[in-house]
């Protein structure tokens, strides 16, 4: 079990840029979750996938924002023509189908920063 | 959402107990109290959760007071590996996944 991993681990562009970040969840875990953490604050949800439905999403994931997970393993989340306020981390969970209290498992996330 | 409130910052001696206190007042029958915590320049990392009962695991302990509007996490004998934001999160019971609504944490500190 090699756990959550995202890449890449930081980035830097120019504001009006499009950037992808990679989640590669825990083999076999059904649900991916992806959030944001500002500085000094706790992360925020934006999006969950249960295998590769988008099952829901935050008023936070602007049209700018789009997530994907194809065949329900990796996800990709891409933002369009970024802004200096989406610099932040942005980091990937997962966790196993089963009762809704199950462990959310994080990546160390990707640190973008938006010039 | 039913809120947690937390202290910004603690300290604790290494080898020292430390407990660390959560509460939310508003909580409903069926949260679940989670927590989890976040080291320096990695992602969060869960702790121990619970419904109404204490629980034990490796890492910690939960106490959960019996009207169930405050709880608190307990490092047992604290390492300077365990200075780190530790978050008090109540996830409800809907009957499809839970997000996690993350507040800012108490920031431990953790000295020799």
């Known amino acids: 079990d090699t756990g959550v991993s995202q890449n890449p681990r930081h980035k830097i562009t120019k504001r009006g840029q499009n950037v992808t970040f990679r989640c590669d969840p825990i083999?076999?875990?059904?649900?991916l979750y992806w959030y944001r953490q500002t500085l000094g604050q706790g992360p925020e949800f934006l999006t969950y996938f249960q295998n590769e439905a988008q099952l829901e999403k935050s008023r936070l994931l602007s049209d700018r924002f789009s997530a994907e997970r194809p065949k329900g393993s990796f996800s990709t989340l891409e933002i369009q023509r970024t802004e200096q306020g989406d610099s932040a981390m942005y980091l990937c969970a997962s966790s196993p189908r089963g009762t809704e209290q199950e462990t959310q498992y994080f990546g160390p996330g990707t640190r973008l920063l938006v010039l | 959402d039913a809120k947690t409130t937390q202290p910004n910052s603690m300290e604790s001696n290494e080898e020292e107990p430390v407990h660390l206190p959560c509460n939310h007042s508003t909580i409903s029958g069926t949260d679940y109290i989670h927590w989890y915590r976040q080291l320096p320049s990695q992602g969060p990392e869960y702790v121990i959760h619970g419904l109404t009962s204490n629980v034990n695991n490796r890492m910690a302990s939960l106490a959960i007071a019996e009207d169930r509007k405050s709880s608190t996490l307990i490092l047992h004998r604290a390492t300077l590996r365990d200075a780190a934001v530790y978050y008090c999160i109540l996830s409800r019971d809907t009957g499809t996944a839970s997000k996690l609504t993350f507040g800012t944490g108490t920031r431990l500190q953790v000295t020799l």
């Open positions: 083999s076999e875990h059904n649900r």
